[in-house]
């Protein structure tokens, strides 16, 4: 199976339009946040449905990020931080336009809701606001990278692509990333994948 992107490539920065925070002149900003265009191909013919996760496998936790008085040392612990779970794609489902899943950031989050294209599912934001009056509340669907301005490790984001044999999937409401990855076992058929990379430290690398 292939997934490919007229905008995204493998190992390269994602483009600023599809990351929740960008630099600005006094530090991060809000960014466009559209989801980005994905297209897939070459899918088993037993595939029933799909499912799309977009992870980030470098996040910190988030006690110290974002502090101008600490900048986070590569060894400290890190984790998976969902940034797009979308479920029960149709089989007859081979892409996903530009802006489908988001077009700007939705303070509170956008609602975990069925599609017509899948179901999205709760991505780590909800988490990371956490109980603020502002900014906290269920974050469904796609929110782009906004990775700690205070963290030089260039953060790897991981788009992978599930072809599975059961056109829906048994999973909690609301749906999480891990929640899915349990769900996927002894339904996998192929996989694809698409690593892009993003940062907002001031002189963060570039691998």
Same mark, same amino acid.
């Given at each position: 199976?292939?997934?490919?992107?007229?905008?995204?490539?493998?190992?390269? *920065? =994602?483009?600023?339009?599809? #990351?929740?925070? =960008?630099?600005?002149?006094?530090?991060?900003? *809000? %960014?466009?946040?559209?989801?980005?265009?994905?297209?897939?191909?070459?899918? @088993?013919?037993?595939?029933?449905? +799909?499912?799309?996760?977009?992870?980030? =496998?470098?996040?910190?936790?988030? &006690?110290?990020?974002?502090?101008?008085?600490?900048?986070?040392?590569?060894?400290? !612990?890190?984790?998976?931080?969902?940034?797009?779970?979308?479920?029960? =794609?149709?089989?007859?489902?081979?892409?996903?336009?530009?802006?489908?899943?988001?077009?700007?950031?939705? @303070? $509170?989050?956008? !609602?975990?809701?069925?599609?017509?294209?899948?179901?999205?599912?709760?991505?780590?934001?909800? &988490?990371? +606001?956490?109980?603020? !009056?502002?900014?906290?509340?269920?974050?469904?669907?796609?929110?782009? @990278?906004?990775?700690? +301005?205070?963290? !030089?490790?260039?953060?790897?984001?991981? +788009?992978?692509?599930?072809?599975?044999?059961?056109?829906?999937? #048994?999973?909690?409401?609301?749906?999480? %990333?891990?929640?899915?990855?349990?769900?996927? #076992?002894?339904?996998?058929?192929? &996989? #694809?994948?698409?690593?892009?990379?993003?940062?907002?430290?001031?002189?963060?690398?570039? $691998?």
């Amino acid at each position: 199976m292939k997934l490919t992107s007229e905008s995204l490539r493998d190992g390269q *920065p =994602i483009p600023e339009r599809y #990351a929740m925070g =960008i630099r600005g002149t006094e530090g991060p900003v *809000p %960014g466009p946040n559209l989801s980005p265009p994905l297209a897939w191909s070459e899918a @088993p013919a037993a595939t029933r449905s +799909f499912a799309l996760l977009a992870v980030d =496998i470098d996040a910190p936790s988030p &006690e110290n990020a974002n502090r101008k008085d600490y900048v986070i040392p590569d060894e400290a !612990p890190r984790a998976d931080f969902y940034h797009w779970v979308l479920v029960n =794609i149709p089989a007859s489902q081979r892409e996903l336009a530009e802006g489908l899943d988001s077009r700007g950031l939705t @303070p $509170k989050g956008k !609602p975990a809701i069925q599609t017509a294209y899948g179901l999205r599912g709760i991505n780590s934001y909800k &988490e990371w +606001f956490g109980d603020d !009056p502002n900014m906290g509340g269920d974050y469904g669907g796609y929110d782009g @990278p906004w990775p700690p +301005f205070n963290d !030089p490790r260039l953060h790897h984001y991981r +788009f992978v692509l599930y072809a599975l044999d059961v056109e829906s999937l #048994a999973l909690p409401d609301p749906v999480r %990333g891990p929640d899915v990855l349990k769900a996927i #076992a002894g339904h996998l058929l192929a &996989e #694809a994948t698409i690593t892009v990379t993003h940062t907002l430290f001031p002189d963060g690398r570039t $691998k």
